[in-house]
Each structure stands twice: as C-alpha cells, then as structure tokens.
C-alpha cells in the first residue's frame, strides 16, 4: 500500500464488528461484544458475525470476514493483537490490506 505510513496500525486501521439484526458497527469492546451479541426476542445466540477492518484514514472497509460466532472471536483476537504489535505497513500486508482483488 503506498499511502501507508509508519506508526501504529491502530493509529490507522480499527477492527468492528456488524451487529447481525441492525447493522450497527461496534468497536472499542470488538471481542467482547462477539461473545455477548443477541438476536431477537427469544435471545437466540448468534451463529454468524461479520468482522470489519477499517482503514480510518478514508472510513472505508479494507477487510470483510463473515465467521462462525466461535472463529469470529478468535479472529478477533488475532486482529486486535496485530493492531497493537505491528505497525500500520506491516499489520496492512499481513492482512492482504491494499493488495488488490
């Protein structure tokens, strides 16, 4: 990615998550938030999660995943702690972030 600078990718890239029944994009709590979304009246756990990497800089979706509730959580954990190890060029070509389609 050309435009990437150095610095720490959370300065750059932000992980969320789509909430499954009204679409709102949650973050801050990503891997938390997995384990306790919700749908519906009945309180039926959540089977599928979209997770969303987002590169601030343009607030566009860089990466979407659809994953089991189980896998989303630890893909989550997997990119949160990317976020906080590696800079913003490193964390974008571990993630296939710019490397087009």
């Known amino acids: 990615?050309?435009?990437a600078i150095a610095g720490p990718a959370r300065s750059i890239?932000?992980?969320?998550v789509v909430h499954p029944k009204t679409g709102e994009r949650l973050t801050d709590f990503v891997v938390d938030a997995i384990a306790s979304l919700f749908?519906?009246?009945g309180?039926?756990?959540?089977k599928d999660?979209?997770?969303?990497i987002v590169d601030l800089r343009r607030n566009q979706v860089v990466v979407a995943r659809h994953e089991t509730q189980e896998s989303a959580?630890?893909?989550?954990?997997r990119i949160a702690a990317d976020l906080d190890r590696l800079d913003a060029?490193?964390?974008a070509a571990e993630w296939g972030i710019?490397?087009?389609?």
């Open 39 to 41: 749908v519906g009246e």
């Open 98 to 101: 710019g490397q087009g389609a």
């Open 89 to 91: 060029p490193t964390f």
């Open 13 to 16: 890239y932000q992980l969320r």
């Open 43 to 46: 309180h039926q756990f959540v």
């Open 49 to 52: 999660v979209t997770l969303e």
């Open 1 to 3: 990615m050309n435009d």
């Open 73 to 77: 959580h630890v893909l989550a954990d």
